[in-house]
C-alpha cells in the first residue's frame, strides 16, 4: 500500500469520514448510532459507564464522569464533539495544561480534519472559528465572563475537573458554570470524590438535572512497590522485568534534567534501539541552546518532559513515546495531567512537593492522579506503580548491609535533608493508595480582571448595570454565603479602583434607576487585566514622561514588574553579575573580606527600581488591598530588546539551557502585556516597535504547534483533492 493509499485509509477510519452531508438532517437516534457504528467499526466495545455517560448526555443532562485512568473518558468527550457537529454546533474542550490541550488539538484533527478543529491557549491562536475549540480553562473562563449567554458554545468538556479545588486557578473551572447556563457540561476526572454540591449548583443555574457517573475498577490493574534500592539500580531492575516505559515522577525541572543526565550511563537501549531513534529524529531540527543535550537523550531512549523545555522538544518526546520508542521519561508531575503518553510504570523519585506555600507530602488526590498513569489499555495487564526511599534511608541500608557483611571500609551515612524536605516511610505510601480523593472546595475569588471582563460584557448589552452584573456572578458562586459578602465588599473597592483609574465610568441614571458602569470607550479591544498589578501598571504609565528617550525602555520595566519573576532567569543573572564582579576583584588585589561584602550586595539587573518602588507605595496607599502583593522590578525583556540580543544569544550568554522554555514562556507574557495591558493611548512608535520585536523573536524560536496543524491542514487538503 503506497503512502497516499495509507492515507486514504486512515481517513476514512477518522470519525469525520461518518458526517452528513451538508444537507443532510439527522435525529438524535441517527447520530448516537452512527457514533455506536463507528466505534464497532474500531473494534471498541463500550464500558457500561461509557454507554451510561452517553445516554445522559443525549437525554440534555449534564454529565460528572468519574472514572480511573485509561477507562475511556476521551471516547465520551469525542462522542460529545460528534453530537455537535452533527447538530451544525459549537464545542470547547478544556485542560489545564497546554501540553494536554495540544495533544488533544492533534488527536481531533485526526478525527474531524484540520479546519474543523481549532486551538486557543493565550500563547497559540489556530483557526479560531472552527467548530470545535481546544483551549486551556482559563481561556474559556475569560470568554465565559466577557460573553455570557451571547458566547456560541453548546457543549463543553472540562477535563481534569478536580482543578476546580485548586488554590489559584479553581475559578476558571468555576465561571463556566456560573455563566453559560444553555451549555451542556462534561465535567471529567478520575480523582473528584463528592461532588453533589457542585452538581446541585449547576442543576440550579441550568434548570436541567445533572448525572453523576462512576466506576472504580480499573481496566488495568495496578501492582504496588516501594524500594530501597538507588534509583538507577530500581531503573535497570524494571527494565530487566520488562516493565517500560517508564515515567520517574520529579517535583522541579531541574529534578528532571539531572535525572536524564544520571541515567545516560544506564543500560536503556540496546544499539538497534538506538539505530531507530537516529532514524526517527533524522530530521527533527534541535537548533537551540539544550537541544544537543535533548538529542543525546532521546536517542539513548531517555525522554525529558517539563515546562522548561520548547514546546517543539516535549511535542517530540510526545511523539516518540507514543511510537513506543522512549524507555524512560524523566517529567514533572504535570505530565501526569492527561497527556496521552503510554506508560507502564509510574515511579515516584519522592512524595513531598512544594504546594506554592511550603513542602509537603503529596495528597491522596495528587498520587492518584500520577499514579493512574501507569498500564496501558490493550498493551498491559497490570500497570505498576514504585515508589523510592528517601535517599539517606536507601545508603543507611546499603552501609548497615556493608558492615553486616564484614567489609572493613564503611560508607558516609548521608543524613536526612534539613530544608525542603518532609519524610516519608512505606506506611505513608500505602495510606496513599488507599485514602479518598480530599473534598473539591470552591475556590472562587474576584479581582480586577474577572470584573472587567463582567463590565466589559455588561457594557454592550443596553439596560444592564455592571455593578449588577457583578453582584449577581458573586450570588451565584459555589462559595458559602459570609464569603459572598466578603467577596461583595472586595468588589465594591475593585469597581471604585477602576472608576478612579479612568478605566470604568458611570452613565447617568434616570430619576428611577442608578447610574450605570460602563468601559472607557478610548481603551483598545482587547484590552484586560490579568491580575490586580496590572492596575498600579496603568496608573505608572501616565507618571512617565512621553517625551522621555527612554520611555518605551521604562514602559517595559513597568511591564516586567508586574509580572511574575522567572526564577531560574534572574538566578542567573545574578550569579553571572557575581561571576564577573568576582574575577574583577582578584584582578585588582581587592582583599577576600571586602571581596565578599561586595559580593552580598550583588542583586540582578532592576532598572527604574526607586521609582518603581516608590510609585508603588503610593499606589497601595489607596489601595490596601496590594499591600501584601509583591511586586517585582527586573530587567529580562529590557535588557534583550535594549541590546538587540537574540534569544540563543541570551539562553547562551547566561548558561539558560535547560530553562529556555520558561524565557520563551516569559516572553510571551511580556508580549501579551503590551499588546493587552498598556493603553492604546501610552503607546508611541518605540512602544510599537517594541511589540513586534516581541511579537518576531516568539515566533522565531518555535512555531512547531502551527506548522504542525499546517502539515496536517495540508495532508487533509490533498486527500479532500484525491478522492474528489
Known amino acids: 500500500m503506497g503512502a497516499s493509499d495509507q492515507a486514504r485509509a486512515q481517513a476514512s477510519l477518522a470519525l469525520c469520514s461518518r458526517l452528513p452531508a451538508t444537507s443532510e438532517v439527522l435525529s438524535p437516534e441517527d447520530i ?75 488527536t481531533l484533527c485526526g478525527q474531524f480534519s484540520s479546519e474543523r478543529v481549532g486551538m486557543l491557549t493565550g500563547d497559540a491562536s489556530i483557526n479560531t ?16 465572563l466577557r460573553l455570557g449567554e451571547t458566547l456560541d458554545l453548546s457543549y463543553a468538556v472540562l477535563d481534569e475537573f478536580h482543578y476546580y479545588g485548586d488554590r489559584e486557578r479553581g475559578v476558571a473551572w468555576q465561571v463556566p458554570l456560573l455563566c453559560l447556563p444553555a451549555t451542556t457540561f462534561l465535567l471529567m476526572s478520575a480523582t473528584l470524590g463528592n461532588t453533589a454540591p457542585i452538581a446541585e449548583h449547576l442543576r440550579a443555574r441550568s434548570g436541567r438535572e445533572v448525572a453523576a457517573v462512576e ?31 517508564i515515567y520517574i515522577v520529579h517535583f522541579t525541572q531541574r529534578e528532571c534534567a539531572e535525572q536524564a543526565q544520571g541515567l545516560f550511563s544506564a543500560k536503556i537501549c540496546t544499539r538497534e534501539e538506538r539505530r531507530v531513534l537516529a532514524e526517527a529524529t533524522a530530521e527533527t531540527s534541535f537548533h537551540s541552546p539544550y537541544g544537543a543535550s535533548v538529542r543525546r537523550f532521546v536517542r539513548s531512549g531517555i525522554g525529558i518532559h517539563h515546562a522548561g523545555l ?30 496521552n503518553i503510554p506508560i507502564r510504570t509510574v515511579l515516584f523519585s519522592k512524595l513531598c512537593k512544594f504546594d506554592g506555600e511550603k513542602v509537603s507530602l503529596l495528597t491522596a488526590r495528587e498520587f492518584k492522579q500520577i499514579a493512574g498513569r501507569a498500564g496501558r489499555k490493550g498493551f498491559d495487564e497490570r500497570g505498576f506503580v514504585v515508589c523510592q526511599a528517601p535517599e539517606h534511608m536507601v545508603e543507611k541500608k546499603r552501609a548497615a548491609a556493608r558492615e553486616r557483611g ?27 493508595i488507599v485514602r479518598p480523593p480530599e473534598p473539591l472546595m470552591s475556590r472562587f475569588r474576584v479581582n480586577h480582571g474577572l470584573l472587567l471582563s463582567v463590565l466589559q460584557r455588561s457594557s454592550q448589552v443596553r439596560g444592564t448595570s455592571g455593578y449588577r452584573a457583578v453582584a449577581e456572578l458573586i450570588a451565584l458562586c459555589h462559595e458559602p454565603l459570609l464569603q459572598k459578602r466578603r467577596l461583595r465588599r472586595e468588589a465594591a473597592q475593585i469597581v471604585r479602583s477602576l472608576h478612579r483609574a479612568g478605566i470604568v465610568r458611570l452613565a447617568r441614571g434616570s430619576a428611577h434607576r442608578r447610574p450605570a458602569l460602563y468601559i472607557a470607550a478610548d481603551l483598545q479591544r482587547e484590552f484586560s487585566l490579568h491580575h490586580s498589578l496590572s492596575l498600579y501598571l496603568i496608573d505608572a504609565i501616565w507618571a512617565l514622561a512621553p517625551e522621555s528617550s527612554t520611555y ?11 509580572l511574575e519573576n522567572p526564577a531560574e532567569v534572574l538566578r542567573q543573572q545574578e550569579r553571572k553579575l557575581k561571576r564577573d564582579l568576582l574575577a574583577r576583584l582578584k584582578a585588582e588585589g581587592v582583599p577576600f573580606h571586602e571581596r565578599v561584602r561586595r559580593l552580598e550586595a550583588v542583586t540582578y539587573p532592576k532598572p527604574n527600581a526607586k521609582f518603581v518602588y516608590a510609585s508603588f507605595t503610593i499606589f497601595a496607599e489607596k489601595h490596601p488591598w496590594l499591600r501584601t502583593e509583591n511586586i517585582h522590578p527586573k530587567s529580562i525583556a529590557r ?58 523573536l516568539i515566533a522565531g524560536v518555535d512555531s512547531s504547534l502551527l506548522e504542525e496543524w499546517e502539515g496536517r491542514a495540508q495532508s487533509s487538503a490533498t486527500r479532500t483533492t484525491s478522492s474528489g
Not at 535497570?236 to 516493565?243: G, M, P, S, T, Y
Not at 558516609?412 to 512505606?426: K, S
Not at 521604562?554 to 516586567?560: F, K, R
Not at 511580556?670 to 511589540?691: D, H, I, S
Open 32 to 106: 448516537f448510532g452512527r457514533f455506536l457504528a463507528w466505534v464497532s467499526a474500531q473494534g471498541f466495545t463500550l464500558y457500561a459507564h461509557q454507554e451510561q455517560a452517553l445516554l445522559e448526555l443525549w437525554s440534555g443532562r449534564h454529565v460528572i464522569l468519574e472514572t480511573p485512568t485509561g477507562s475511556g473518558k476521551s471516547l465520551v468527550a469525542l462522542a460529545l464533539h460528534w453530537k455537535a457537529l452533527c447538530e451544525g454546533k459549537r464545542s470547547f474542550y478544556t485542560a489545564p495544561t497546554k501540553a494536554l490541550v495540544s495533544e488533544k488539538f492533534f
Open 129 to 144: 472559528q472552527a467548530p470545535i475549540i481546544c483551549c486551556t480553562a482559563e481561556v474559556l473562563a475569560n470568554m465565559a
Open 215 to 245: 466506576a472504580e475498577e480499573r481496566p488495568v490493574p495496578l501492582e504496588f512497590l516501594y524500594c530501597e534500592t538507588p534509583l538507577q539500580r530500581t531503573v535497570e531492575d524494571l527494565l530487566e522485568q520488562q516493565r517500560a516505559p
Open 310 to 339: 520548547l514546546p517543539r522538544y516535549r511535542l517530540l518526546v510526545e511523539q516518540l513515546a507514543q511510537r513506543g520508542l522512549l524507555k524512560v521519561i524523566c517529567g514533572t508531575d504535570t505530565l501526569g495531567v492527561g497527556v
Open 406 to 432: 564484614g567489609h572493613a571500609r564503611r560508607l558516609q551515612r548521608r543524613r536526612a535533608p534539613t530544608r525542603n524536605f518532609v519524610p516519608w516511610n512505606r506506611g505513608i505510601f500505602e495510606a496513599l
Open 552 to 562: 518605551a525602555l521604562d514602559l517595559l520595566s513597568l511591564v516586567e514588574a508586574i
Open 639 to 696: 535588557e534583550m530588546f535594549e541590546s538587540c540580543i537574540l534569544f540563543e544569544s541570551y539562553v547562551r550568554h547566561y548558561e539558560l539551557a535547560r530553562s529556555e522554555g520558561t524565557l520563551l514562556r516569559y516572553l510571551h507574557q511580556v508580549y501579551g502585556t503590551l499588546q493587552r495591558n498598556v493603553p492604546e493611548a501610552a503607546k508611541n512608535e518605540e512602544v510599537f516597535e517594541m511589540t513586534t520585536f516581541f511579537r518576531a
